[in-house]
């Protein structure tokens, strides 16, 4: 275990290669299961109980097509569970580190409405987002042999796609009796 940690460590510190990660389906899922689970209590709160998580699911599930199908069309298919692994196992250990300055964050802000302010922890979270942003082109890049370029066109553009549903969603769900 602490193997597996020490090789997600070095990808998010860019000394790791992708390669490098096992060719295994179990850790694939346990990585993806990781990563939707630390993405779900990362979820904003005001998306109730079951939306946060279901989010989570439906953003794994469509980031893991979207490699795969970047891969595929590259000809890299054999390393697409390389590649979701690396990039779930680093989401995560991202994600956790997170958690601490989004609960700080949230403690900071005053009870009511809520609203965006901008406060010492969110920098932080906003820094660890860039970096996440950075590791996962990286990772990208790696896999498709291609330029920081490329992936980041199919990184950030799916990250903005992503953006663009879930405000769309939670503008409906807002609206619906």
Partial sequence: MSQYLKLFINL??????????????????????AATITAAISADPNHGLFRGPLMAIGHVLSFALII???????GYSERVVQTLTAMFGATTLLQ????PFAGWHERLLPAGEPQMILTIPLLFVLV?????????????????????????????????????????LATIGSSVP
């Fill in 12 to 33: 998010c510190l860019f000394r790791g290669q992708a390669a490098n990660v096992p060719r295994s389906e179990t850790l694939l899922v346990l990585t993806a299961l």
């Fill in 68 to 74: 795969y199908l970047a891969l595929r069309l590259r």
């Fill in 96 to 99: 956790l580190l997170v958690l």
């Fill in 128 to 168: 660890i987002g860039l970096w996440s942003l950075t590791v996962m082109i990286s990772i990208l890049r790696q896999a498709m042999e291609s330029s920081v370029g490329a992936a980041a066109i199919i990184i950030v553009g799916y990250q903005i796609f992503l953006f663009f549903l879930l405000a769309t």
